[in-house]
């Protein structure tokens, strides 16, 4: 199973793109790559998934290079409530493992 | 839009006792997990559940659980004699079908051993 790293904690500020990395070398072939957002306390919310290439909804943007070993999520023009942990998860079908968790911290 | 729900949503119980966390998935999901989280870690992946069996189990998930799904609905974990170290929250989630592998997450159970 692909073990996934990602930075530890970021801040920004308002209005700011926020781009948030996570690798995941092992990445086996029908593993897709799922960004969640968790609040304390709270389950981990759904933001977007991929596969490869790059995949974009109403709230975020997620690139995939050609080797899959590595994703990108990316959050436009932050808000104050975006301050949360994100976390990439990696799996297919009946197992997955998150990432370490990414403390994003948005500053007035 | 339908949601996972989990009860109860906090439990204390004392060291050695049995304890059931029940979850409800979305109606139409096929598959389901539990996830547990210790108190300022990652999110831990503890067993999948497809079929009406285990499909998967990480290392976490040894002999003291058990997963069950008694009827269309419920969807259960059952730890049988907790630990000082089970104190955590419980997150359920489930998944529609093969091809779309989005889950989705319970608000959590918070379970504290004393």
């Known amino acids: 199973l692909a073990k996934t790293t990602q930075p530890i904690s970021m801040d920004s500020y308002e209005g700011q793109e926020v781009n948030i990395t996570c690798s995941h070398n092992?990445?086996?072939?029908?593993?897709?790559i799922t960004w969640y957002q968790q609040f304390p306390s709270q389950g981990p919310r759904f933001i977007i998934q991929?596969?490869?290439t790059k995949v974009t909804n109403e709230v975020a943007s997620l690139f995939i290079p050609a080797d899959r070993k590595s994703s990108t999520l990316s959050l436009p023009r932050v808000s104050l409530s975006d301050t949360a942990v994100y976390y990439c998860?990696?799996?297919?079908?009946?197992?997955?493992?998150f990432g370490t968790g990414t403390r994003l911290k948005v500053l007035a | 839009e339908p949601e996972v729900t989990q009860t109860p949503s906090h439990q204390v119980t004392q060291m050695g006792q049995e304890v059931i966390l029940r979850c409800v998935p979305i109606?139409?999901?096929?598959?389901f997990y539990w996830y547990r989280q210790i108190l300022g870690q990652k999110v831990e992946f503890l067993v999948s559940?497809?079929?009406?069996?285990?499909?998967?189990k990480s290392e976490i998930f040894d002999d003291q659980f058990s997963v069950e799904r008694p009827d269309g609905s419920n969807f259960t974990l059952k730890i049988r004699s907790t630990k000082l170290e089970d104190s955590a929250m419980y997150f359920c989630?489930?998944?529609?079908?093969?091809?779309?592998?989005?889950?989705?997450f319970g608000p959590g159970t918070r379970l504290l051993v004393l």
């Open positions: 989630a489930s998944r529609n079908r093969i091809l779309e592998e989005t889950q989705y």
């Open positions: 092992n990445i086996a072939t029908n593993d897709y």
């Open positions: 991929g596969y490869k």
């Open positions: 998860l990696v799996g297919g079908t009946y197992k997955y493992i």
């Open positions: 109606s139409n999901h096929l598959y």
């Open positions: 559940f497809y079929n009406n069996e285990i499909s998967e």
